[in-house]
């Protein structure tokens, strides 16, 4: 990169020196005012994302220097799906994974851990197919009782059975004590938007 950004001679002996003396590679010591007064921290969150960044650079398909095309596989799908963005789009896709100062973040622990899940993946297939049965079972056990139904269980009284003529009673108009009507099916009407395909039997 340095080769590519100066293209002189003297960068280039550098360079080839630099990789005979240090061919393991090497460390730089930066001088403050060559860079951001808090350098120090800056330099630490980067690294974190240099070592570990939110994309692979190997997703990175295509740059033109206005706009990136990056792929990755779709959890809805289970397909590899490619996205073209501005730069502008995709650095704000890229930002929002950095955490604030003091913010620690765990991504997968325990069983959701990589490795972990890897090892325990068939054990749990098979698990759950052996209790499926039980599971439906119980979903319908502790299902989410309706207000109708709990109403009634509480009183012994269905509440959209008319006391007077016995027949089912649909929603007309809510009013609450505190913030008066806050559902009026007349004015719904007359505003176009009525769906219901219940016959109209009259307020």
């Not at 069983?111 to 079972?137: C, H, M, P, S, W």
């Not at 979903?139 to 016995?166: M, N, W």
Request: aromatic content about 10%; hydrophobic content about 35%; overall charge positive.
């Amino acid at each position: 990169m340095v080769r590519q950004t100066l293209e002189t001679d003297a960068i280039n002996q550098l360079v080839d020196a630099c990789f005979r003396k240090y061919p393991k590679g090497l460390v730089t010591n930066v001088q403050k005012g060559t860079v951001p007064s808090q350098y120090q921290s800056l330099a630490r969150d980067v690294a974190k994302y240099v070592v570990s960044p939110p994309i692979a650079v190997r997703r990175i398909d295509r740059y033109d220097g206005h706009r990136v095309t990056y792929h990755d596989r779709s959890h809805r799908t289970e397909r590899v799906e490619h996205e073209t963005v501005d730069v502008d789009t995709f650095i704000g896709r890229m930002v929002q994974h950095t955490m604030p100062k003091g913010f620690k973040r765990i991504r997968y622990y325990g069983v959701q851990a990589t490795k972990t899940f890897a090892k325990v993946k068939d054990v749990i297939q098979a698990a759950l197919a052996q209790v499926e049965g039980i599971v439906k079972g119980a979903v319908k056990i502790i299902a989410r009782l309706t207000y109708r139904q709990r109403y009634e269980q509480s009183t012994g009284r269905d509440p959209f059975i008319c006391p007077h003529c016995q027949s089912e009673m649909g929603v007309w108009r809510i009013w609450h004590p505190t913030y008066g009507v806050i559902y009026d099916e007349g004015e719904v009407i007359k505003r176009g938007t009525y769906a219901s395909t219940a016959q109209w039997a009259g307020p």
